[in-house]
C-alpha cells in the first residue's frame, strides 16, 4: 500500500486512508502502508520482506496481450518494489483469477515465462490460489530476504540528499503510445519500444544499496508522483534539474518534435525503475557500482526543505502526478 | 494450493499439476503444493506458514450479500487453513478487486467486520493492493506463527490412524440451500442456517493439535473431498463410521425426511471445520482439549491400508467428492 491521501475522491489513497489504515494496529511492520512493502518480523536480523501486486485485464494491460507479457509485468511490478526495500526475491504466492476463455496455450506460454523469469532473479513459487473471474485478475504476493537487516523505506530522505534514479524514464510510456496508434514511427523503432512496455524489466540493484541508500521507492506509476510520495510524509520538497533526467535520445527526439510531453511522459507508470535518496559523500560509491552493476544511475536532483516539486526551480503543478485508480 | 489432479478437464488440478508445479523448483517449503498451505524458512524453530484464498462475486458469494459476511468469509477461510496447519495467526495482506458500484457504506461495513475478526483471532493487516475489475475479487495471503516449529500438513497420516473432526458438518451446506430457496422451514430456522452459511467461523484449535495430530486438512471444499486430499498421496483408504459424523438434530431431521441427501451434504463446501488425524493412543487427551476449549471434536473413522473412503464398509463411489473450478 502507498497511495497519497486525496479526500475528495473515492481513491485508492482515500481508501486506504480512511477504511483500511484501522486495520494496521500501528504495527512497525506495516509501515503505516506508506512503504512499498512490509516486512515480517521474525528476528532482529531476520526480515522477509512482503509486497503484494495485482494487475487486471482491460485495466492493467489489454485483453489482446500476450500470455508472457502479462506473466512478466506481474513479476516484474512485484520485483521491482522487493529491489526498492533493499531485499533480494525469495519466493512468491500466486492468486490467478482467470476466465473460462483461458487454455493450455495460454497457461503453457503464461508459466514458461515465470519459470524464465524465476531462473533469471532466482525465486520460487511458495503456493498459491485458482479462482475464476470474469477478467484475467492476478494478484502475487512476493516475498524478499534482507541480507544486512536494513530494510530501505521510503520516508527516510535527509535534506540535501542527492536524488538518483536508475536506467531511462519513459520507454514505457512511448511504448504504449505506439501500442494505442497514438505515435507513428518506422516498423522496428515502435516494434522495440512495444516491446519495452510489454516486456519491462525490474531494476535490482536494491540489495545493494543498504548502506547506500537514505530512502528508495520504485517509480512504477509515474516518476512525479513516486518521488512525491517519497517526499510527502517528511513534508520536504525535491530540486530537480531536468536536462539531467536519463531518457534515451529516440524518446527526446519525440519530446523535442512536440509528439509527447515531458510533464506527461514523467507523470506516466511501468518504468520500473529505482528512484533514491542519499548523501552527496556516497557519489564515488554510487558511480562505482553504476559501473561494476553496468547499471546507469544518473543524479536528477536535491532533496530541499521546502515542499513540492522543483524542475529547473520552478514549482511543479500537475494534477495528475501519477496513476492511481478512482471508485 | 491443493487440488487433486484430474487430467480430464482443465480444471484447477491439472492447472496446478501441468502449469505451476514446475514453478515450485521443488523447495520443501511448497509442500510440492499438495498442503492447505506453504511456509517460510527462516530458521529451525521460525517458521510462518502462509495461505492464500481468493473468492469471487457471483461465483464464491452472491452479488447481494452483505459487505460483513463477504469480510468474514475471506476471513475465515484464510483463518480455517492457518488454523490446520497448526499455526496461530499472525498477520496478512490484502487484495482488493472492487468494482465501481463500490461506496463508502460497503467498505466502511467490510473494514468495521475485518476489524472486529482481527480483534477476536488477533492478527492486523500486513499490507495490500487495490484494484479495479468488474466483479468483486478478493483476494487474501494469510500468515502465521508456528510456536513449537512442528507445521501439521496434510500426507503424515499413519494406518490405524483416529479421524477426527471438528464441529458439526453441513450447517452452511443447509444454509445455502435456504438461500437459493430449495429448502423450506419457519423464519426462524432459515435465518439461522443462511446466517451459518454467510458468517461462518474457523475452528481455531489447529495451535493446540501439533503434538497431537499426524495429520490435517481444513474441510472448505467438502468433506469426502478433502478427506480424500489427505488420504491421496499416501495411497490410504479412510473407514467412516457414518451414525458417528457430527451433524445438528435440525440436519438430521432434513436428511431423515429426505429434503437433503447426506452425501451431497459431505460433498459440499464452506464447514471451515478441522480434519485431523492422531494415534489411537491420544484419545484421552483429545477429549480433554475437547473440554477445555468448548470446541465439540468427534472420531468418525479410522485410516486403513486400502484406497477409498468407505462409509460403513461400503466403497464410495462419488463422481463429485468436493468443490473444484473447472475451465
Do not use: H
Not at 243 to 269: D, E, M, R, T, Y
Amino acid at each position: 500500500m502507498k497511495k497519497k491521501y486525496n479526500k475528495k475522491v473515492l481513491s485508492e489513497s482515500y481508501i486506504i486512508e480512511k477504511y483500511l489504515k484501522k486495520l494496521n494496529l500501528k504495527k512497525k511492520e506495516t509501515y503505516n502502508f506508506d512503504n512499498d512493502g512490509a516486512y515480517l518480523n521474525i528476528s532482529q536480523n531476520k526480515k522477509i520482506v512482503v509486497s503484494n501486486d495485482t494487475i487486471v485485464e482491460k485495466v492493467d494491460f489489454f485483453s489482446n496481450d500476450r500470455a508472457d507479457s502479462i506473466a512478466q509485468k506481474i513479476i516484474c511490478s512485484n520485483l521491482s518494489d522487493i529491489s526498492s526495500m533493499g531485499a533480494v526475491p525469495y519466493c512468491f504466492n500466486l492468486s490467478l483469477g482467470l476466465p473460462k476463455k483461458i487454455n493450455k496455450k495460454w497457461l503453457y506460454i503464461f508459466s514458461t515465462k515465470i519459470l524464465k523469469l524465476q531462473k533469471k532473479y532466482n525465486f520460487f513459487l511458495l503456493g498459491g490460489d485458482i479462482a475464476q473471474t470474469r477478467n484475467i485478475t492476478i494478484s502475487a504476493t512476493f516475498f524478499g530476504k534482507v541480507t544486512n537487516g536494513k530494510i530501505i523505506d521510503r520516508n527516510s530522505s535527509k535534506i540535501k540528499d542527492d536524488i538518483w534514479i536508475t536506467g531511462n524514464l519513459g520507454n514505457s510510456f512511448v511504448g504504449l503510445m505506439f501500442k494505442k496508434n497514438l505515435l507513428k514511427a518506422n516498423k522496428i523503432i515502435k516494434k522495440n519500444f512495444i516491446k519495452k512496455y510489454q516486456f519491462p524489466f525490474p531494476c535490482m540493484i536494491g540489495s545493494q544499496l543498504g548502506s547506500i541508500a537514505n530512502s528508495a521507492i520504485d517509480v512504477s506509476d509515474g516518476f512525479y508522483g513516486d518521488l512525491d510520495k517519497l517526499l510527502f510524509r517528511k513534508n520536504f520538497g525535491a530540486s530537480i534539474d531536468m536536462k539531467s533526467i536519463p531518457i534515451l535520445s529516440k524518446v527526446k527526439k519525440l519530446i523535442f518534435l512536440q509528439k509527447i510531453k515531458i510533464n506527461k511522459l514523467l507523470s506516466a507508470g511501468d518504468d520500473y525503475e529505482i528512484l533514491f535518496t542519499s548523501s552527496p559523500q556516497k557519489r564515488n560509491i554510487i558511480n562505482s557500482l553504476s559501473k561494476k552493476k553496468k547499471i546507469k544511475i544518473t543524479k536528477v536532483g536535491t532533496i530541499v526543505n521546502k515542499r513540492g516539486i522543483y524542475t529547473d526551480g520552478k514549482k511543479l503543478n500537475l494534477s495528475k502526478k501519477s496513476f492511481q485508480y478512482n471508485f
